[in-house]
């Protein structure tokens, strides 16, 4: 463990470092966390990207299986959400997120002998599954060691660390991998393993990291009630609807039809393509604390608004670009600029909408928004593609974007003024509003 590891354990009992003025003060417990997360997303950097490419290329594996391999991962979501978020609330968001990344470390060292259908699927299955607990466990235990006047900025910090630890990693991996020897793409599967695993000494050092908030009247222990209550908070509903829209028509599409449009006939190379990913990758690095400076006292749903906008604008400087990868870099640099207005909105609206007992439960079906939009999205994508739609599907996506945008007015007419504008203390919905 390295000086600065050793000094944010240290100091995890409480305070604030000394740090730059750019960079926000928050609670060093926070940091901890926020660190962790940036290791973790190294590892899946290095590994990710290349998952199809593995299984099919390197392995042997039919590419119809492989990409049913591959799709095992989003999957998982549809269990590991909800559980995950339910474990946060009986055994605590801090075991819960330790035991995530226990399964999704077994599940990436399960790749390195993936070499029929059957193993593909068990540690593809695995690693979603993992990776499925550790989101609303860790959002549940950001959620709670950040008060209402910090979560916006824990949330837009923790995106553009992320972003960071995901660039780091795929960096390193195209120095890393080599298509002609499975041995260099089993060494970057063992070392995301090892980046889930080294975390947990890190999380568990920080003493009342995490624990299980205190029981109100049952209800934590009441894990049926405490999902129909999550479920029957009108104002998480409608967040619910509007991220799933979001999700499936723009984020989902990031990795789905944007690619595959951009590099169609007469469109970008490889290179062109990595070339618009970075450009997205340093924006949001470049953007995401100044947009947190510019959201500082403005609506939340404004910000979701923003988000819809930003992304439309993306899919239409993409249907225009013509094959030009100037004009396709602008449209991932539009596009980064909405990922950063919806880091500080969505993730703490959620997180002050729950009660403590429920907050895990919350984060996980927020969590489950994103898995279905990712689901959906890609599956539309595919189908529209294969039959030549593929302009007319972006098109598509644009007024989906629209629609969503159009449901913030909702959102924000459910909300009181002060938790849409994130200010301490302010009272929330009735419980259980219809």
């Not at 908030?213 to 609807?241: L, M, S, T, Y």
């Not at 490889?270 to 949001?284: E, S």
């Not at 989906?400 to 159009?406: G, I, P, Q």
């Amino acid at each position: 463990m390295n000086m600065s590891a050793k000094r944010l354990v240290r100091g995890a009992a409480g305070g604030t470092f000394r740090i730059p003025r750019f960079v926000p003060d928050l609670p060093r417990q926070v940091w901890v966390v926020l660190a962790a997360d940036a290791a973790s997303a190294a590892g899946s950097g290095l590994t990710l990207p290349f998952l199809l490419v593995y299984l099919h290329t390197v392995r042997g594996l039919d590419v119809r299986w492989a990409g049913l391999a591959v799709s095992a991962v989003a999957f998982a979501g549809l269990l590991g959400n909800p559980a995950g978020g339910q474990l946060a609330d009986r055994a605590g968001a801090r075991n819960a997120l330790v035991a995530g990344l226990v399964v999704a470390a077994v599940g990436s060292a399960a790749l390195v002998g993936a070499g029929s259908v059957p193993a593909a699927f068990v540690a593809c299955g695995l690693l979603g599954l993992g990776a499925a607990i550790i989101w609303p466990a860790q959002d549940a235990l950001l959620g709670s060691l950040a008060g209402p006047a910090q979560r916006s900025t824990v949330f837009a910090v923790r995106h553009a660390t992320m972003n960071f630890g995901l660039a780091m990693g795929a960096a390193a991996s195209g120095l890393l991998a080599d298509l002609s020897s499975a041995a260099s793409f089993q060494r970057l599967y063992l070392l995301d393993a090892l980046s889930f695993l080294l975390l947990i000494p890190v999380l568990m050092l920080c003493r009342g990291l995490g624990r299980r908030p205190p029981a109100d009247d049952g209800a934590a222990d009441d894990g049926p009630r405490g999902f129909r209550h999550a479920i029957a908070d009108k104002p998480f509903r409608w967040i619910w609807v509007w991220l799933s829209l979001a999700v499936a028509a723009g984020a989902a599409q990031f990795h789905a039809a944007f690619p595959a449009y951009a590099t169609g006939e007469g469109g970008l190379t490889a290179g062109g393509l990595g070339i618009v990913y970075a450009a997205n990758c340093v924006t949001v690095l470049a953007v995401q604390l100044p947009v947190l400076k510019v959201m500082a006292g403005r609506r939340r749903t404004h910000g979701m608004a923003l988000v819809c906008l930003c992304w439309a604008v993306s899919w239409g400087l993409t249907l225009l670009a013509d094959g030009r990868l100037i004009v396709f870099a602008l449209a991932m640099v539009v596009f980064a600029v909405g990922e950063t207005f919806l880091a500080p909105t969505v993730a703490p609206l959620v997180n002050d909408l729950a009660p403590a007992h429920s907050r895990g439960r919350y984060n996980g079906l927020h969590a489950l928004a994103y898995t279905t939009g990712f689901i959906v999205g890609p599956a539309a994508c595919g189908l529209a593609f294969a039959g030549g739609a593929a302009a007319a599907f972006l098109g598509g996506c644009v007024a989906v974007l629209a629609v969503a945008a159009a449901l913030t007015r909702r959102v924000e007419r459910l909300l009181p003024a002060g938790l849409d504008l994130g200010r301490p203390g302010t009272a929330r919905p009735e419980e259980g509003a219809a």
